[in-house]
């Protein structure tokens, strides 16, 4: 089936409108040859007439000498002849009529005709018997008689040759106006067809045109590196289509670049991480302890100044493991992990922790997934911690957990202040903080964990209550299925 498309659509509609007008040209052009045809058959039958009504005239005046012939002899010799050119005029009076087409015509015909008889009788019946019998008298009356009828008859002759001549000019004054009209009509489409051919291509050009300049010159900001490039979805149907295509594509490269980007990110800061924690840890881990033996025997102020010097080594080893979190892989086993209880494990623990102290708590929901609890109990602590840090005293903690298609999600939701747009970017990148005792590790540790998991951590719409912040995280079911 085919598809109108607004670009086959104008294309039909164009191509459509010059066909229209060669074909009205090409029928009025039909049109007019018909009526010059028309025309000069009707000049070649006034034409036919004319020149049968010359010979009709000659035809006459042949007869009328056979008679006076006849009379010159003075016997019944030449009457043979004169009975010939009799015929011919009869003959010929036919022909005539055959091409008379007004009344006049046709009663100047029959007035030749019955004139034609008059001339007969008064040969035959008036002059011949004269001559016969020598009453030369006679012969010349009736010879003057006959000649009246024949200067009747050339005088009708003469009408009917001018009433075709009359004919002929109609004719051809028919005939010219037809081949002017033909003409004017062919000059009109010289002149209108290459118009309507220059609109028609000029309106689907700028239609076809436009879009594709616009499209190659997002085409040519993508190439120079510009991902943050859209373009403007609009005109004819698969332009509006290609365009969004386009969009699509452009984000997509988008999100595969940020992708890529971090987790080159993270794996440099693995590397680096993995070298500098082995330099760090143990040091750090003798520094420790020797703090906490000597806080042992320090009094007073040297012991809250020990105390300081502990918490920051904490601080520092905190960090460190983080960083050492981020390139660890996971582990290769795997196991069957219910997600329910292990949120309300780790809501317990918390809890224990005093971290979830005057906080209102709700999980919902059940899921399975394939992973690791222990990275996964990791993960779901980073953001029920987040949560219930941007909830504070009295706010409230949801868990909401679900199942769809091959996907496992659970969703962390608080009604604190939510997430500030400026933040929303920059959310996962390591050392990204607005705590001033945060690592900023949390978020991109909990989101490596469930990458290697092939699932993934994001901020979703919406929090509790309908306000604060949400996020969720997302891994397949089993552990053949990735979930992007
Ligand atoms: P840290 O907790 O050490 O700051 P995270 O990576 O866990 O590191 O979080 C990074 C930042 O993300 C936080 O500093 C905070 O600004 C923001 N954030 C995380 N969770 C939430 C939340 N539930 N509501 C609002 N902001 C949050």
Redesign the pocket.
Known sequence: MISWSGTARRLALGFGALLLLFALAAGIALAGLGRIHEGMARMRDAEEGMRLALELSSAVRDQYAHQAHTIIIGDRSHLGFYAAAEARVLELTDRVRDHATGDDERAWVEDIRSASGELDAIFRQRIVPAVVRGDRQTVRLEHGQAQVVVTRIQERAAQLVAAFEAAIARARAGADAAERRILAWLVGLLLGAPLLAAAVSLSIGRSIAGPLAILRAGAARLAEGDLSVRIDEAGPDEFRALARRFNEMAAAIASHQARLVESEKLAGIGRLAAGVAHEINNPLGVILGYVRLLRRKAEGGLYADLAIVEEEGLRAKEIVDGLLELARPLPPERERVALRELCEEVLARLGEARVLEEVALRVSGAATADGHAGKLRQVVT?LVR??AE?AGRGGRVELALAEEGGRATVEVR?D????AAA?RER?FEPF????DR???????ISRAIARAHGGDVELAAGGASGG??C?RLTLPRSAGEGTR
């Open positions: 980073n987040n949560a941007a608080d604190g202040p939510g997430v933040a959310l990204f903080t607005t705590r945060g690592t900023g590790l949390g978020l991109a604060g912040a996020f």
